[in-house]
């Protein structure tokens, strides 16, 4: 019997893999379904809209391939221009404030005061509420009768004529970022905290021991300490911020004449005339932009690690 098993058995040490090579495998195995989910949900949507923004699709037709006849049109449009404007104003003019609040309440709760948890938990409704929910609070603020702001500003006398607040180029964009700051600064104001609390208060000793007063301390200590932080903040939310949707949508929908109309609520327009190729061209057009963010971000990152 034993003469009879030992060349399968001799084969089947010829055929087993280098333990190695079978940790590699495994290793791949349990990638493989990550790698799939990936390609299935993000990279197969993101490629084929470029794909379709170089067609001339509606909803029901494939389309034919066009070339940039989508981009053309889209730079000769004047809403396009004034999305592009838009957009950028409302990132940066937003995102400053919510860097600006979100900073300052960071600074305030990371000191020892009294009930900060609790003042903790309340700067942190405006995020946890949804956004559906918090724009459309706004929206009723903002109405020329009833609302709460006309209310307080005619009653009080600070202003004795009632302002149609979403409905006049002059105070629309300003409406749409005052509601925006409102309900992103805490994500701002709760990742600063974090990054403060990390900082070495060995650090902050050091420095007044040294004869550093608070604002020399906050720029040698505070600043270097949170700048990570800060710079990836910025990132997601100029993010969001580009792709958000609701701010617009449902306070202004992207008027009074264009005034913030952004490229999310364009591209929803072109989606609404079923013209999907121009549509997916709008969307594809955010990407230089984005991308020019992602890599001035990274390379900061970068140089501060170096």
Not at 56 to 71: L, M, P, R, W, Y
């Amino acid at each position: 019997m034993s003469l009879v098993a030992e060349p399968s058995t001799r084969s089947s040490r010829r055929r087993r893999l280098p333990t190695g090579m079978r940790a590699k495998l495994f290793a791949y195995a349990l990638v493989a379904p990550v790698v799939l989910l990936i390609l299935g949900l993000v990279a197969y949507p993101f490629f084929f809209a470029i794909y379709v923004s170089f067609t001339d699709q509606v909803v029901g037709s494939v389309g034919k391939f066009i070339g940039f006849a989508n981009f053309v049109y889209l730079s000769k449009s004047a809403t396009f221009t004034a999305a592009i404007w838009n957009t950028v104003i409302i990132v940066l003019v937003s995102d400053g404030l919510k860097l600006v609040i979100g900073l300052g309440l960071a600074l305030l709760v990371h000191q020892a005061i009294p009930g900060r948890g609790l003042f903790r938990s309340f700067l942190m409704l405006p995020w946890a509420m949804p956004a559906f929910v918090a724009f459309l609070t706004w929206r009723v603020l903002y109405q020329p009768i009833g609302g709460g702001i006309n209310l307080v500003l005619t009653n009080t006398g600070i202003y004795p004529h009632v302002v149609d607040w979403l409905g006049q180029r002059q105070t629309a964009m300003g409406s749409v970022i005052a509601a925006s700051v409102w309900r992103g600064f805490p994500f701002w104001f709760i990742s600063i905290l974090a990054a403060l609390q990390s900082v070495p208060k060995d650090l902050y000793e050091a420095a007044h021991i040294d004869g550093a007063n608070a604002w020399q301390r906050f720029w040698v200590v505070t600043v270097p300490g949170i700048r990570q932080v800060v710079i990836v903040t910025t990132l997601l939310s100029s993010i969001w911020t580009a792709n958000g949707f609701e701010h617009v949508w449902l306070l202004t929908a992207g008027g009074p004449s264009d005034a913030t109309m952004v490229f999310p609520v364009l591209a929803y327009f072109g989606m609404q005339t079923q013209r999907v190729g121009e549509a997916a061209a709008v969307s594809v057009a955010m990407l230089p932009i984005l991308a020019i963010l992602v890599i001035f971000a990274t390379s900061l990152m970068m140089r501060d690690e170096d």
